[in-house]
């Protein structure tokens, strides 16, 4: 099946730091990146959309300054986290969507996550 | 949107007994619907989905039923053992993905299976 990449699994910053998690789609094109995070005990919330070349769409309660996500190919995806503070330590996860081999990758290729905690 | 709601929060069962986790959702859009599992520390892993068109799917010891009507769904553990034990997430979406047919997880359900 697809391969989805997360760099890095774990990071550790002190508040007011940025972090960059990037999220590759290792062997399938992935024209939609889907960002979310899952607070400690808690489900998965969506955080925001990105298709390829275009800017990303964020849902409610998402600040699109603080969450910074870029999109500039059909393999690489990124998630800046700016000036983190203790309440965005979280489990973050992209889920690539798009084609592999013509067909759709459906929504079951998980990154593996990346653990951010924010001292 | 979509919303989706996941019942029992916490589960626990005797080894070899069966576990059924139950979700419902709001969109009648919805047409895919997956399960993940998802251990201490790690990312959730897809175990078995179901697509709007049947109404069961069983996988060994795990079977999805889906009530299109009533607009609901379940997981079925059978046997189960203690390496079920995990967090289990129902999500639900519309397929076929590709475009941002973004999935709406259920809250969770924390299984323990005990010896």
């Known amino acids: 099946g697809a391969v989805v990449s997360q760099h890095p699994s774990r990071v550790i910053c002190k508040s007011g730091t940025s972090v960059k998690i990037e999220c590759r789609s290792l062997d399938f094109q992935a024209t939609t990146m889907f960002w979310y995070r899952q607070f400690p005990k808690q489900s998965l919330m969506l955080m925001a959309t990105?298709?390829?070349?275009?800017?990303?769409?964020?849902e409610q309660g998402v600040e699109k300054d603080k969450f910074l996500i870029n999109h500039a190919s059909l393999t690489l995806s990124t998630l800046t986290v700016t000036s983190a503070h203790p309440e965005d330590s979280s489990f973050y996860i992209c889920?690539?969507?798009?084609?592999?081999?013509?067909?759709?990758?459906?929504?079951?290729?998980f990154g593996p996550g990346t653990r951010l905690t924010v001292l | 949107g979509e919303n989706v709601e996941q019942h029992p929060s916490t589960l626990s069962v005797q080894e070899g007994d069966s576990a059924v986790i139950k979700c419902t959702y709001s969109?009648?859009?919805?047409?895919?619907f997956p399960w993940y599992k998802q251990e201490l520390g790690k990312g959730p892993q897809l175990i078995i989905d179901i697509r709007s068109n049947v109404g069961e799917k069983k996988d060994q010891r795990i079977a999805v039923t889906l009530n299109k009507t009533a607009k609901h769904f379940s997981l079925h553990i059978t046997e189960t053992q203690p390496e079920d034990s995990a967090v289990y997430f129902c999500?639900?979406?519309?397929?076929?993905?590709?475009?941002?047919?973004?999935?709406?997880f259920g809250t969770g359900t924390q299984l323990k299976v005990e010896l």
């Open positions: 969109d009648s859009a919805s047409n895919y």
């Open positions: 999500a639900a979406s519309i397929y076929p993905a590709g475009g941002g047919n973004k999935l709406t």
């Open positions: 889920i690539p969507q798009g084609l592999a081999g013509g067909y759709s990758t459906d929504t079951q290729y």
């Open positions: 990105s298709n390829e070349g275009s800017k990303a769409t964020y």
